[in-house]
């Protein structure tokens, strides 16, 4: 199959599905050609479809995030950027009071179909203000849809069943990932909200990781099935809310034992969340207890020396499935 | 699939918004009796408050009804409105039905929002309304949003923005009103200055006196009307709308105003601080007296029918509270409806 | 002992240290004489002070906030109230990316020593805008410091530490909790900041309850005690970070039994993060899963009889610490 | 208790900073060279990143030398200045020592934030430098909060509250500004209207043409005056600074100018949409030159002089670069410290 890399598969979403339905407009910071938006996810947009539905933003996130509101109130999807998920807190009244409580507060009568992608996590020396993994404040924000693709072809599909859900969906792009390869269909295909993958089948152990640490969690499976033996199963939630609990739960069953990976802050994380899930739901399955790689609990520095050692990377995931099969 | 959703859809008879056809009598007599629906149903739900029949945090928009009832005379029933947490008034003029806004503000299943919003989060999106707002100057950029909307369906439609001068010190004011200057979308941002952001007086939230001024700063038209004259906001809002019609862009109109309770039912303390003597002087400027005197001298209509109009609200107001009171209560597992629009089959909450 | 209510323990921390310490002053809505803020906290402050120490604000939280911030950097100790701690979410940039991070970015150069306390919880029919607990943003965050307490005494003492505290203190104050009576010492103490209370004594199971919370476990301790001979174990963490996990662990270590109680939202909660502490730390100690008694995971809404559904109440408890005891 | 903290606190001999005393002479000498400090270093960072020996997210001043110096020809070192992500030129003209910026970019253990920081976090706190900032218009109530600081406790220091075009369209600049004129703080708002907002020209990120305008917003003082003239800018901030340390209160000075590089040196595709022959007719105003005209026209100095202050700064140059390749990286473990200044006995990070 063709091969694409994340941003275009992102690109091709947003353009067929504009093709599609008139209702989809873009909004954003240097989203216009030739820039086509700072990850480059909407080059060509602003030329295909003009100045009307691809709409360049003064810096405003909040007013970036309300206009969507009141667009998708009237019936439109926008589809929002906000460049680093870092900017995410200059909106964050209008994601959490506005956005996501609008359908609740009013009894049904409103929807906010609207989707704000936005670039997340560290790796590039870019330090504290432009490298967090906020995920967890949305999950824990009911009315909101929290989406993170791994690769191109869950990029694609996720992102167009975000655009078509009648929901407000937080959709993160993992910064270090947009050039990350793989197949993607041509045609139009949707990924459902609410359905996790098993990227890779194993029967000792559960890893469940999301965005970019998918890939570094399948590496370090095949480095230990190399050197120990272990048959890690890789599980990608790929929506982080609704979060397809019954495949974690399935494969814990089977293997027994669970390391989490996260490049959040590990306080308070999704990953906890998954945690919590887990020891409700195959408490009396846990051979042992579930262990973390995550994020330090620092904000994120500048120095590659320091950051690398703050964020997990495959040797950190190695040891953490090592640790998990003593137990 | 689980449906969270459904049996939110809400059709109002719209026989309560302005008229769009009919004669300039229709029009004002419909002014009067929009104030007097405001006025009647804002009284009394502070006796309700007090009461204790119904409960919330809930803001009086009487004094200030001329604002809500002069901008909304120029609105079709397809135009969208933004409203605030002081948004009963905002509703009534846009053509809201009372029984259920009564019901909401008694918690029940026949209200609005089916118990679920309360006082600051009644809609009706039926009539183009886009939210009250618990959220001080979150409608703003919702607002443009909606003029966005419009701008790229192409119509003619147009989005009244209301909010207070407090609300004008927030970041969603300025970056709201600068994306729909730079955007030139089909908004009019009302603030409606009652002079004091809940407890604290213009004076000590800005140096600006007249807020008209920060139109200048987005390079839009902007003016400052008496807000207790119906006619004078309802004239000046003309304009501003006409403008926004034909694709002129964004205005601001400040409407000078004043509340006669506290800033908040529920809060007794809530008009410490405001003199007694400003509230009195600022009551000699009722603007419903002051209109229904226009009407009678003009020969629009007498003191008669006036006083007609005003007990055909009373019936209005006593019927919206029977029904209410008749009304079922939520049931407590309803709470977990209405967070979603679906979710995937076996995905719990 | 003399009996405050937890709004004159908090006034009364303000004005001792206000008096004992210049650099500390007060920022906020509505906050000066004659109103003393919408929770009464501040009254008398604006007449004792005057304007200088004593500022109203506009509308303005990244404003309010942002202004503690540089002034805490220039050696100040502002003390912000943002009114409901919705609100916050107009601050988040202020709050996470400037104040919690300041002395990370800069190398240790800038100490950012200021508090924002800000009113959370449920229960007075203000509607999802008006309610929230969000506490586990701020847990989340590295650099803040989270602070909630659950009675006059504590909330006196904990006052004092967080203005006196190096680092950003975010201080929850429960809406329902102001008029709460305990006993308070007139004279200056510290509750230190990561030291956790054990409020009950108990073999048989450990709670661990925050804020208005601990109240109600309290109560649930007292009910189980009599009808079923339950001796349920109360530990308050008091600061949510630091968080005392020693206290919690001992706790744990000694019952096997956990029920965790919240307001939060369940999902992505504070209590998760707790959970997820226990598990790391006493996995094998534990004889069932933990129990959580939290809110329900939706907005909140408006009408007293679904309020009264979604957030925990004594009931609630008592089914949660039953159920525990079952497994 | 954990010290998290400690070894931060940075002394600085501040032979860098503006001069108080001397001769005008002096002070248009000292406004010369550090416009060539300030030049010569952003321009070998560019060279330093392409080269691959400098990462991260970096932001070049060059260009727009005349308004850093001119403004803060006007400060003293106790003054505040509040800086943004292109934070480099501010840095320099408030007096902060090359050899530990160029360590902060190199990452090292030497740097002004021990390698934390990097390019958009430089700050040297003994200069009174409120932080660079990664985030648009952050700095902007921050400002705000030390003219709070300095009001409170009564001294005649200002906060000079740098920031860009782009910046002035956040809400933190409408609360950040409107908190400082209501409380008539002692800030100078600088906006550096380099015409862009990253690849944003100003007509498509507002209406408003001269953002000096807003001031009015806020009923504060503010000019618009030529950034590429360093006496323009220092004589119209001369006025803006005297205002404020006398209590006069706030005032917004627009400086119009234009940067040379794309927005971030990381970023090879940042000057795209720039037309070449905008670039170019901005070159033609290059600050520096035309300072060297008015300072050898006016016999102050002669080009020999000149170019020999050129070569002290190439020197000092130079020893940055040797300085911060000869020091030690931190150790990985150091991204533990400074989350907090302490934590209990036993609690983990
Ligand atoms: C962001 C935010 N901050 C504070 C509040 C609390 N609050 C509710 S109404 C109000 C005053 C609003 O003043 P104004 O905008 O003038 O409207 P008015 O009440 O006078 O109609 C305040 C401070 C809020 N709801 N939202
Ligand atoms: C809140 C926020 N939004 C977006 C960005 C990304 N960004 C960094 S610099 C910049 C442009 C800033 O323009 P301006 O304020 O004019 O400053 P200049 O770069 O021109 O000096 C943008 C959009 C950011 N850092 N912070
Ligand atoms: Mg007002
Ligand atoms: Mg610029």
Known sequence: ?327 | MIQQDGGGAVTTARTHAAPLIGSERDRLLWMYKTMQRIRLFDDRIVRLFNSGRITGALHSYVGEEAVAVGVCANLRPDDYLVSTHRGHGHMLAKGADMDRMMAELFAKETGYCQGKGGSMHIVDMSLGILGSNGIVGAGIPIASGAGTAIKIRGTDQVVSCHFGDGASNTGAFHEGINLAATWGLPVVFVIENNLYAQFTPQRMHTKVVDLAVRGQAYDIPAVSVDGNDVLAVSEAAGEAFARARSGKGPSILECKTFRWFGHAINNPGSNLGRDQAEIDAWKLKDPIPRFAKVLVDRGIATEAELEGLKRVVEEELEHSIAFAEASPSPKPEDALRHVYSELPEGCEL
């Open chain 1, 1 to 327: 199959m063709r091969q694409l890399m994340v941003r275009d598969a992102i690109k091709e979403a947003i353009k067929s599905e504009m093709r599609r339905d008139p209702r989809v407009f873009l909004l954003g910071e240097d989203i216009i050609d030739p820039w086509g938006g700072s990850w480059k996810t909407m080059e060509g947009c602003y030329t295909e479809f003009g100045p009307e539905r691809v709409r360049e933003t003064p810096i405003s996130e909040e007013a970036i995030v309300g206009a969507a509101v009141g667009a998708a109130l009237c019936g439109m999807r926008p589809v929002a950027e906000i460049m680093f998920s870092d900017f995410t807190t200059r909106a964050m009244d209008q994601i959490v009071n506005q956005a996501a409580k609008f359908r609740y507060m009013t009894g049904g009568q409103a929807s906010v179909p609207l989707v704000i992608r936005t670039a997340h996590g560290a790796g590039r020396a870019a330090a504290a203000q432009h490298s967090q993994s906020p995920e967890a404040w949305f999950v824990h924000t009911p009315g909101l849809k929290v989406v993170a693709p791994a690769t191109p072809y869950d990029a694609k599909g996720l992102l167009l069943a975000s655009i078509r859900d009648q929901d407000p969906v937080i959709f993160l792009e993992h910064k270090m990932n947009f050039t990350t390869e793989g197949p993607v269909p041509e045609e139009d295909y949707v990924v459902p909200l609410g359905k996790a993958d098993v990227k890779r089948q194993g029967k000792d152990l559960t890893i469940v990781a999301h965005s970019r640490q998918v890939l570094r969690a399948l590496e370090a499976a095949e480095q230990v099935a190399k050197e120990d033996g272990i048959e890690a199963e890789v599980v990608d939630p790929r929506t982080l809310f609704p979060l397809d609990v019954r495949t974690i739960v399935d494969s814990v069953k089977k293997t027994n034992r669970v390391v989490l990976v996260t490049e959040e802050v590990q306080r308070g994380s999704f990953a906890e969340h998954v945690a919590s899930k887990i020891m409700e739901k195959c408490f009396y399955d846990l051979d042992g207890p579930i262990i973390f790689v995550a994020a330090k609990n620092t904000p994120i520095p500048f120095a590659p020396v320091m950051e690398n050692f703050v964020i997990p990377d495959v040797p950190d995931i190695v040891a953490g499935i090592r640790q998990a099969m003593k137990a």
